[in-house]
């Protein structure tokens, strides 16, 4: 299996809701975990910041959590991510020993 993208850089991104698929929502949960910057974000990855997000709201457990980070960091629709990145993005979460 190819692995996707990584993160893109963009810099020019000053605020967390300024990345794509990420609202006030998803914004706030983030915070929460100690992630407010997209440099914050792109240093901890998807899986880490999925995974902390999980902790603290078990709602978020399903993948369009995962899908909406990574496309975040990826700048991509979460809603149209190739079925490919979405089995690599669950290879992934099971290496973390995340089972759900």
């Known amino acids: 299996m190819k ?5 893109l ?3 020019q991104l000053s605020t967390i809701q ?10 706030g949960y983030l915070s929460q975990v100690g992630v407010d910057t ?6 901890l990855g998807p899986i880490e910041a999925f995974l ?6 078990p709602h978020l457990r399903n ?8 496309g975040a960091l990826t ?12 089995d690599w993005l ?3 979460l099971k290496k973390a020993g995340y089972e759900h």
Do not use: F, H, V
């Open 63 to 70: 993948r369009m959590a995962l899908y909406a980070i990574y």
């Open 18 to 27: 300024s990345m794509r698929n990420i609202g006030p929502k998803m914004k």
């Open 38 to 43: 997209p440099a914050q974000l792109r240093g």
């Open 75 to 86: 700048d991509q629709d979460c809603l149209r991510l190739p079925q490919e990145t979405k």
């Open 3 to 7: 692995k996707p993208p990584k993160p």
């Open 90 to 92: 669950e290879d992934e």
């Open 9 to 11: 850089d963009q810099g």
């Open 52 to 57: 902390r997000l999980t902790l603290l709201a």
